[in-house]
């Protein structure tokens, strides 16, 4: 029961553990300015020789709330004498309701029981317990020489990483040297979490950690790099995918920019329009909406920018080019098509009248609204994942505390 509300919830304790403290770990974290207390003593940790596990609720973030950092730091020392470990050795992650306090009391007594549950077997039970508004698991894995990186997520809304919402955990047996694997990790988490938006809400409890058992050799630090990426994009668009109601996922290509910041905040500019996830959302391919999502963050960002070479494609079909718009009978009949193959699913009606929920609880597809944006400027580019704007996404975010 939270000490500010009188709303029993069910919370989950999740322990991550590796057989053996690493001194190869790595973590980034959110880049709001009212950090959680587990973020700030995550942040302390990294100053720590080794790590040797991760203890995860949900419910309750542990932001702002008094005693916080406190409150973290006793879950750690709990968990510690579980294991046999340092309280220093433990990673404290929370989510869940911003401003609550953790039930330390009830959690602390929960440890032993978590520490019996712990199995070898299967990441799944890891990747269901860090779940809130989630609607279904996040797992992905790729090879690395004779080693693997399994990557394990959470996050449905708050969703712009900077980071956003979002709990991710990067497992791996391949030996990369503490530094190189942090290095590598604040690169790809860039160009990947940091290339999402649901609703352009960044959180206050982000955390990406990435923990190696250093057993098996790294056959290079390019194929550990190649191979941590397509894990850490997979976890990205499966993010999006299960993003509070998410009907179309939206993948911006933008391309032929002076340099890849200007690449970026052109498809987050697009991503987070209102207006423009309404139009996908409603499968109406209202492109006058995509030009001026461009056009707000050039005039605002980069004035002088010339935007008179620049083609628009949706679907691959062409929508705009050299300044003029190519659209007819035929083109908006495609482009509707193109959306409506792109919809995971369509809004039911509520019984109650009030409360939209999804009809799904798996990704039918893995389609997108495909949008190109050429601005023939330059080499750079960046693709951009978003989302649409939906009844569902408002019902659970007017709705999230009851």
């Given amino acids: 029961m939270p000490a500010e509300v009188d709303k029993p919830a069910k919370m989950n304790l999740t322990l991550i553990v590796l057989d053996e403290p690493t001194p190869a770990f790595g973590a980034v974290f959110t880049t709001n300015a009212f950090p959680g207390a587990p973020v700030l003593v995550g942040r302390e940790r990294l100053r720590e020789p080794t790590l040797g596990a991760v203890v995860v609720n949900n419910k309750v973030s542990n932001v702002c709330a008094p005693g916080g950092v406190e409150a973290s730091e006793r879950l750690c020392a709990e968990v510690a004498r579980g294991l046999g470990l340092s309280a220093t050795q433990v990673l404290p992650c929370s989510t869940g309701v911003i401003g609550w306090r953790l039930p330390v009391d009830a959690m602390v007594g929960a440890v032993p029981a978590a520490v019996a549950s712990l199995d070898a077997r299967s990441v799944m039970p890891a990747a269901e317990g860090i779940m809130t508004t989630d609607l279904y698991p996040k797992v992905r894995r790729a090879s690395v020489g004779q080693g693997s990186i399994v990557g394990i997520a959470k996050g449905a809304g708050m969703l712009e990483p900077n980071l956003a919402t979002m709990l991710v955990y990067l497992l791996t047996d391949v030996d990369v040297p503490r530094d190189a694997l942090r290095a590598t990790l604040r690169s790809v988490a860039a160009r990947t979490f940091g ?33 941590l990426e397509r894990v850490c994009a997979d976890l990205a668009e499966d993010l999006v995918r299960n ?68 083609t628009l494609r949706m679907g691959g079909r062409v929508i705009l080019q050299q300044g003029t718009f190519r659209l007819d009978h035929e083109a908006e009949r495609a482009l509707v098509a193109h959306m409506k193959e792109a919809e995971l699913y369509a809004s039911v009606a509520p019984a109650d009248g009030l409360t939209f929920r999804p009809p799904v609880t798996w990704p039918p597809h893995e389609r ?32 999230y505390r009851s």
């Fill in 195 to 227: 290339c999402i938006s649901v609703d352009s809400d960044t959180s206050t409890s982000d955390t990406v950690a990435l923990l190696s058992s250093r057993q098996v050799p790294c056959p290079s630090l390019e194929q550990f790099e190649s191979a």
């Fill in 243 to 310: 993003g509070e109601g998410v009907h179309h996922v939206m993948r911006v290509r933008v391309h032929g920019a002076p340099d890849e910041a200007v690449a970026r905040g052109i498809g987050k500019s697009v991503v987070n329009s209102p207006l423009f996830q309404c139009a996908v959302n409603g499968n109406d391919p209202n492109v006058g909406r995509l030009v001026m999502a461009i056009g707000k963050y050039v005039g605002a960002h980069h004035p002088g920018m010339d935007l008179s070479r620049c």
């Fill in 368 to 399: 997108a609204v495909e949008l190109d944006v050429d601005l023939g400027l330059g080499s750079a580019a960046c693709t951009v994942l978003g989302s649409d704007r939906s009844h569902e996404y408002i019902s659970e975010n007017a709705d």
